[in-house]
């Protein structure tokens, strides 16, 4: 089972890369689904062929599928929505209005990868591809299970406690709805859910992040962006994707200059993101779009190569032992040590904080109890020490709090 998620900047062509792998899959025999997470959808389009909100079949051993974001959140959600709308309406918000904003952001985007998980799961499928939207919401999209489940792994107990002990006095005096047992167990279906979508799309033999870009300054530098983040929140990224590369057959001098600018950035990919594989994809003489030009891109991208394997496989978070000083080490590519901040919560969480992004790592059993002696960046890599015994302290090259 394999799942390839494909994201880059709006305008790359990444749709029509994740069309042209998902056919090169199915024309492989490999049972592939095709879906999107953008809620514009647009693989109808480049495959010039109606895709409905069940799963429709383009070619052999090829299904597509436009995923029914109000159908998946009634499905996850309902009975938690209800109770949210009823809120709102017992403090006097009108029930249309109150409907429309117990839809809580994120939802529909969970609604996204619940759907992904629930096709891997039903065996009928061998390969997934799935066309991401645009860098910054692919990114929201794989932070939120992860910042969900911390939620209501974290407050959800307490709530469910707080209201057995003061619930029947606030129905009595206030008369405010209150959740049921019904509305718990939805939640606790709801952090299940959450459980199974972080395996999934961060399991590296399952799972592959690919990255598709121009030779242009501005998408290399949000694609390296990307890739810090995807690594800040476990995501194997295995494949960069070159697309749009003028052909040295094209003799007009018009394009001579493009030619030698796309040269150079096309060096910069490749010194940036070495070891990860890079792949080229021509400018073609014809539009994209049709299952003919589909395979000629999917053709020109992966040669004779299989297009569902492993094209990299690199560690995502490692634990090593060294004189007495466990160290924990975290891939973070492309970013400043003046920009990672590092502190301890009191749940024996590592918060790791660069920019406007936060991850809540959940440390190892072993590290757990451990105090943090510090931590440095090297040869991008976070790595930060914890004091396992009387051993000299790790020097400290970051910011970092006690608990």
């Known amino acids: 089972m394999r799942v390839l998620m494909f994201t880059g900047k709006g305008g790359v062509g990444k749709t029509s890369v994740s069309a042209a792998t998902a056919l090169r899959s199915a ?17 109808a389009d ?20 436009e995923i029914d974001l109000l159908h998946q959140m009634e499905l996850h959600w309902g009975r938690v929505q209800e109770y949210i709308s009823a809120v709102f309406v ?33 065996g009928l499928y061998d390969v997934i591809v799935v066309d991401c939207a645009p860098t910054g919401a692919t990114l929201q999209l794989l932070a939120f299970p992860e910042l969900a489940r911390w939620y209501l792994d974290k407050i959800i107990p307490f709530q469910k406690a707080a209201i057995k002990m003061a619930g029947p006095m606030l129905k009595r005096v206030m008369e405010v709805p209150l959740p049921d047992e019904g509305l718990f167990a939805s939640i606790e279906d709801l952090v299940m859910q959450l459980h199974r979508v972080s395996n999934l799309l961060s399991d590296p033999a399952i799972s592959s992040m690919r990255l598709v870009l121009n030779p242009e300054k501005m998408v290399v530098k949000e694609a390296q962006r990307a890739l810090t983040y995807l690594s800040l929140y476990g995501y194997a990224t295995d494949l960069v994707i070159c697309n749009r590369m003028i052909p040295a057959a094209v003799s007009d001098s018009y394009f001579a ?19 990860l594989p890079i792949l080229d ?18 053709e020109a991208l992966y040669g004779a190569q299989d297009p569902t394997i492993s094209f990299y496989t690199g560690h995502s978070q490692e634990v090593r032992k ?48 451990l105090p943090v002696r510090g931590a440095r960046y090297e040869e991008g890599d976070l790595v930060v020490y914890f004091q396992a015994a009387q051993a000299a302290p790790a020097g400290n090259g970051l910011t970092n709090g006690g608990r």
């Open 27 to 43: 024309d492989l025999g490999y049972r592939t689904m095709v879906l999107s997470t953008d809620p514009a959808h647009s693989l």
């Open 257 to 275: 200059n493009w030619r030698e600018i796309q040269a150079r950035y096309r060096q910069f990919v490749e010194e940036s993101f070495s070891p």
């Open 281 to 298: 994809v021509p400018w073609f003489d014809d539009e994209v779009v049709g299952l003919t030009m589909l395979r000629r891109m999917g």
């Open 90 to 122: 017992w403090r006097g918000m009108n029930d249309l209005v109150a409907e429309e904003t117990s839809v809580l952001p994120g939802m529909e985007e969970l609604a996204s990868l619940m759907q992904i998980t629930a096709l891997a799961e039903s």
């Open 46 to 65: 480049s495959y010039e062929l109606p895709i409905g909100n069940e799963p429709t079949l383009l070619a052999p051993n090829l299904w597509g599928q």
């Open 322 to 369: 060294n004189n007495g000083v466990y160290q924990l080490r975290l891939p973070l590519p492309f970013v400043e040590k003046s920009d990672i901040k590092l502190t301890r919560s009191l749940h024996d969480e590592l918060i790791v904080r660069i920019g406007n992004w936060k991850r809540n790592i959940a440390l190892p059993r072993v590290l757990a109890g």
